[in-house]
């Protein structure tokens, strides 16, 4: 026997069913079918919700301080030894006032977090620049290691101000020493060796502001950081591991 019945609303959500021909017992297992379905689907929904919640919470909780972020600037250049130095052209050049920029190395050998460099300051046009500044400023860029997507890593700006260091031999020993476990292949520049170039001295770079930028987004610390906090932090152990992993585990997840 076929029977008709009119359109309903069954289950939560309300669902509408328009009028349908069907026997008995087919209309019996579609109201059926139909009521688990919204009932199941209710529940995922629910699940899900909850769970979203849960993850903004923790990802609220988990927001960057500028204590992490101190931590982290001091880890990316403990780990590196490669960044971009930026001066300033002096009045006397035809490009008075323009920014100038080149790779240049370092070697974290300080505990305050200063860099130890190489000056040169005829061969260079940073040096120059630096040495024609009345303050000796300058400014030190290091990012986080080449790895997937270095748009979502840290990276610091430094500035700061560039002195040439008072050297005897025992001094000039340890400095050598230091730099040169950054860059083995430096031993051929080194200031008093035997293989030293041009005017090469050493010289400290002491900053005295720090800009971090964390990553994308409202999570990462993006802002200055307070000189005394970068000097009295201590790089984390297992740096650059810690700097890479969460930002790209996130990033592969969502953009396999």
């Not at 090469?200 to 610390?221: D, E, K, M, Q, R």
């Amino acid at each position: 026997m076929r029977s008709s019945f009119r359109g309903c609303r069954i289950g939560q959500p309300n669902i509408y069913i328009p009028p349908l021909n069907l026997g008995d017992s087919t209309r019996f297992f579609f109201v059926r079918a139909t009521n688990s379905f919204n009932l199941q689907t209710v529940a995922v929904m629910r699940l899900f919700s909850i769970l979203s919640v849960f993850a903004i919470s923790t990802l609220v909780a988990a927001k960057e301080t500028v204590e992490d972020a101190a931590r982290i600037a001091r880890t990316l250049i403990q780990d590196g030894s490669v960044g971009t130095m930026m001066s300033v052209y002096p009045e006397s050049h035809q490009l008075a006032g323009q920014p100038f920029g080149l790779m240049e190395y370092y070697a974290p050998c300080y505990n305050n977090g200063s860099l130890l460099i190489l000056y040169f300051s005829r061969i260079s046009q940073n040096g120059r620049n630096i040495q024609a500044s009345s303050n000796h400023s300058a400014s030190f860029a290091i990012q986080s290691p080449p790895s997937y997507s270095l748009a979502t890593k840290p990276r610091v700006s430094l500035i700061g101000t560039v002195t040439i260091l008072e050297e005897d031999e025992g001094t000039r020993k340890e400095l050598a020493e230091c730099y040169a476990k950054s860059h083995p292949d430096s031993k051929w520049w080194l200031p008093g060796g035997n293989g030293g170039v041009h005017d090469a001295v050493w010289a400290i770079f002491n900053p005295h502001t720090i800009y971090f930028v964390g990553g994308f987004g409202g999570l990462h610390y993006i802002g200055y950081i307070p000189p005394e906090l970068y000097q009295s932090y201590k790089p984390a152990s297992g740096g650059r591991t810690l700097l890479v992993n969460a930002a790209e585990s996130i990033w592969r997840y969502l953009f396999p």
